[in-house]
């Protein structure tokens, strides 16, 4: 596994995501006119960082039966055999294995698995910084986003339109946003 070190402000150690700070949003076409956002709750995770400063490695597990576009039916169809099927596959995971300086952005590539299928995916990663909080944790702050192909990883239920095309866009846009703690 390649390590890099990372910005002024980290320490090493485990550093844990803050579910309830951190989100994974996501953005499709729909119609082929318009994007249908929603979000995934992260439920846990890790990064973890050596004593010379290096991320040695990120995991993640979200929900999938969290996922939320603001559609109660659009939900109960996302969460169905047709697409997700989060009965049979009701977690997903993230586990890095090179990370790399871009510039001053960082390329976090590891295994995404979806739907019980895993593919390599590079996360485009912007460290935002630490702080300190009211409660005394140390957190540090990530941004990152990534391009799919809902196909490779088994997500292929579709409706063909009248006027052409199909009802579901194949590209899917995601948008990470983590808040971790420093454990002690």
Known sequence: MTTTTLPTGLTSGTWAVDASHSEASFSVR?????????????????ILV??????????????????????????????????????????????????????EDYAIEGDLTIHG?????????????????????????????????RKDFGLTWNAALETGGVLVGDTVKITIEVSAIKQA
Request: aromatic share 6%.
């Open 117 to 149: 299928v895993t593919r390599p995916v590079t996360l485009k990663t912007e460290f935002g910084g630490t702080a300190t909080d009211p409660f005394g944790n140390a957190r540090a702050g990530y941004s990152a986003t990534t391009e799919i192909s």
């Open 50 to 103: 050596g004593e010379d400063l290096t991320v040695t490695s990120v995991t993640a597990a979200l929900d999938a039966s969290s996922i939320d576009t603001r559609d109660a039916n659009r939900d109960g169809h996302l969460k169905s055999a047709d697409f997700f099927d989060v009965e049979n596959h009701p977690t997903w995971t993230f586990a890095s294995t090179t990370i790399t300086a871009d510039g």
């Open 30 to 46: 729909h119609a082929g006119i318009a994007k249908v956002r929603g979000t995934v709750a992260i439920t846990e995770g890790t």
